[in-house]
């Protein structure tokens, strides 16, 4: 089965198809780093960059672009408040989204321009939308023509009318329509501002996007993600525009995808509602796997309601999924050898099969929450074959060990193996602080065996002694 996605343009699942063989290109909006980003904005962060890896692995080549909004209303009204330019608030918060993301595994994309950074293309892509008809300048402002493009509404199947019934000119703008949207606003006091034909402002959050999507991925793009708020009008102005700019037939983009919203105990998220939680606050109250696991065990197209409980359930299956993996790593340094009775093939033809269920569920608009439970079922099974079976060869826990590596490369919800390479130095001083406890133990000085639990705790390592002996494992 090959990859379908549902692409909210024809609203309709498709097979994918990519402009060029072999090639991904996919821009993905990304945070106003004005404040830590919310729970809410986890997810599309979390949901594409599994998509992201999933193409990966089937043996594309993408180009993931993931942009700053370092400049709009938000940013400049913050730094006012806090008496700092917006550059340092800018650097500020984009330090903190790096340390939030790299805690939740969401890797890092291929680019991450700051709009700030790309004034020039923007202008660039302004000047192509005014000279092919579809911009026009009001007292230092640009819009955009609303009225000179047919097109518009057609992202979020709305005609005109229907939009125009729910819009407004705000004071001070000069629109020739409500639905008219601002390319360039001209320079206020006390406004960061830059030079341009229409005189000193700053860039409309809209083109921003246009702008850099157009210079890293070029005027059509395989596909374009963010949340179901985004659809409009930050989707639909980005499409009308970036087709205004560039002038032909081809489309802005081939495969729109929106995550579908998160709910706070079956309440949309909002600050008005009080219900706001950054996910900085959430990740220090949980583990944070356990905020990745919970945002890919519903299918992403539907929303999704955080709890507490869901939240802690999502903990416990983490720990459950990490604890399999130790548990496997230790039985391969304690359990190994020959077992006549034991039937690899039917062992790896059950792993295939699971294997080949963990694509289906992939391939099928990348339903994470089917392949979730797949993953369970590969946790089952290698743990029902440990119950099972005292010794079990080498080719089982290489088998099994390749599996669990697989999945979490695409779903990240294992986390680092306490066994690999990097934790060398540290595992072998932990393992020789086991071995002295082991000792203390047998010599019944158990006030130096309590010691060391103590000090391994606080360092966050978990010990458990069984009858093969002491295995350890790293907290959440």
């Known amino acids: 089965m090959s990859l379908a996605l549902f692409n909210d343009l024809t609203r309709k699942k498709e097979p994918f198809i990519p402009i060029k063989e072999g090639q991904v290109t996919f821009y993905s909006c990304g945070p106003t780093v004005y404040d830590y980003f919310h729970v809410g904005n986890s997810r599309p962060f979390i949901v594409f960059d599994v998509l992201r ?7 594309y080549h993408v ?4 942009n700053f909004t370092d400049i709009d209303d938000k940013m400049i009204h913050r730094a006012h408040k806090e008496g700092i330019t917006v550059q340092e608030l800018a650097e500020r918060f984009i330090a903190e989204y790096n340390k939030d993301a790299n805690a939740l595994g969401i890797r890092k994309p291929d680019v ?9 293309e923007i202008i660039h892509t302004i000047e ?12 230092g402002d640009v819009y955009f023509d609303i009225q000179s493009w047919p097109k518009y509404g057609t992202l979020c199947k709305q005609n005109l ?3 125009e019934a729910g819009a407004r000119v705000e004071p001070g703008e000069k629109k020739k329509d409500p639905l008219d949207f601002a390319l360039w606003k001209a320079e206020k006091p006390g406004e960061p501002s830059w030079p341009s034909p229409w005189g000193n402002g700053r860039p409309g959050w809209h083109i921003e996007c246009s702008a850099m999507s157009s210079k890293y991925l070029g005027d059509n793009i395989d596909i374009h993600s963010g949340g179901v708020d ?4 930050h989707h639909e102005n980005e499409a009308a525009q970036s087709e205004a700019a560039s002038g032909t037939d081809k489309p802005f983009v081939n495969y729109w995808l929106h995550n579908g919203f998160l709910l706070i105990d079956n309440e949309k998220m909002s600050k008005s ?30 929303p999704i ?19 399999s993996r130790s548990d496997l790593n230790f039985a391969a340094k304690t359990r190994t050898g020959k077992n006549e009775s034991f039937d690899l093939k039917k062992f790896q033809n059950e792993l295939d099969e699971l294997h080949t269920k963990f694509s289906e569920a992939m391939n099928d608009d990348f339903n994470t929450a089917a392949a979730m439970g797949i993953l369970f079922d590969v946790v089952y099974l290698i743990n029902t074959t440990l119950k099972e079976n005292d010794i079990l060869p080498d080719e089982f826990f290489t088998l099994s060990k390749n599996a669990l590596g697989e999945y979490d490369s695409i779903l990240g919800v294992i986390g680092p193996d306490d066994s690999e390479s990097e934790h060398d130095e540290e595992s072998a001083e932990i393992e020789n602080l086991i071995q002295e406890r082991t000792n203390a133990r047998k010599t019944k000085d158990f006030a130096r065996s309590d010691e060391i639990r103590n000090m391994l705790k606080a360092r966050g390592i978990v010990l458990e002694d069984t009858p093969q002996g002491t295995k350890w494992k790293r907290e959440l």
């Open 230 to 233: 985004l659809m409009f009008p």
């Open 63 to 66: 180009t993931f672009v993931q």
């Open 161 to 163: 009318e229907d939009l």
């Open 273 to 302: 509602l009080g219900n706001f939680l950054t996910a900085r606050a959430a990740i220090e109250k949980y583990p944070p796997l356990a905020l990745r696991f919970f945002m890919l065990s519903a299918h992403y197209r539907s």
């Open 112 to 120: 991450s321009p700051r709009a700030t950074e790309h004034i020039p």
């Open 53 to 59: 890896r999933w193409l990966e692995h089937e043996g």
């Open 128 to 139: 192509r939308i005014i000279e092919n008809g579809h911009a026009y300048v009001s007292d």
């Open 305 to 323: 309601n955080f709890t507490t409980d869901a939240l802690e359930q999502s903990a416990a299956g983490v720990s459950r999924l990490r604890n």
